[in-house]
């Protein structure tokens, strides 16, 4: 069942909620929605996954044209029958009403919303939880998508990458800023108010996760590595695993969830 979204945008470096850390965040990262992207590595907490959780900020400059009008934000898997895709739809160059993602190939390939109000140049937090079979999907903290048949493979999580598409040669990438892109290897519906923190980038290091050290890959967006070079810096647990690198021209910039 889908649910209509509603969206609602926090104010940076600030925190809502009693005991909530604040968190200083000066960077994100731009694709170019041409081939740019941020080259993750292989991320073990997808590979024959029952729980797994990603969250992450993300501000569509334009939603990009291309043979399908599909902007994927973020792709791994070594196929068909193992790939994950997060995956915008186009509408207008400034608009976007559908989203699917796209989890192995068992069952039905994928889920999907096409009641959507996504404009460009607005941030939203973005965020899926699998538990067991089910997998659910937020925008703003409400649901849009969600199944009940999702399973697992031992290839998903291969070479992940950010802004663009692993199996298509760049040719469904994304003109995307994102920012604070982090996975657990474990169910995190219980942390998803804490996560999402009325749209707030939050200190995640202490957030759910594996005896509760917080995600196995945060990727900060350049605030561990100054703004520069083309190294984006792992704060999770599997540290320099999934360094993410910047590739094609993809770029740091200073503009951030506000």
Known sequence: MFLPATFNLGVVGTSLGAGTPTLSNSYSVLTDGANDYVAAGSVAAFNSATNF????YVNFQTFVLNGSGYNILMMSGGGANSRFIINAVRNTASTCNA????????GPAA?????????SNTWYHMALY??????DFYIDNSLVMSRTNAGTHNAAGTN???????LYGNAYSSNIL???FAIWPTDE??????????GVPVDLSSIGGTSG??????????????????????????????????????????????
Not at 218 to 247: E, P
């Open 53 to 56: 959780a990603i969250s992450f």
């Open 99 to 106: 989203m699917e993602v796209y989890y192995l190939s068992s």
């Open 111 to 119: 889920m999907s919303t096409s009641s959507l109000s996504l404009t």
């Open 130 to 135: 699998k538990a067991g079979t089910n997998m």
């Open 160 to 166: 992940l990458r950010i802004g663009s598409d692993s």
């Open 178 to 180: 994102v920012d604070e």
């Open 189 to 198: 519906t219980s942390n998803r108010e804490t996560i999402y923190n009325d």
């Open 213 to 258: 050290n917080g995600p196995d890959v945060w990727l900060r967006m350049g605030d561990n590595d100054a703004g520069t070079g083309t190294t984006v810096t792992n704060q999770g647990q599997s540290s320099t695993t999934n360094d993410g690198t910047l590739t094609n021209g993809a770029s740091f910039s200073t503009t951030v969830p506000s």
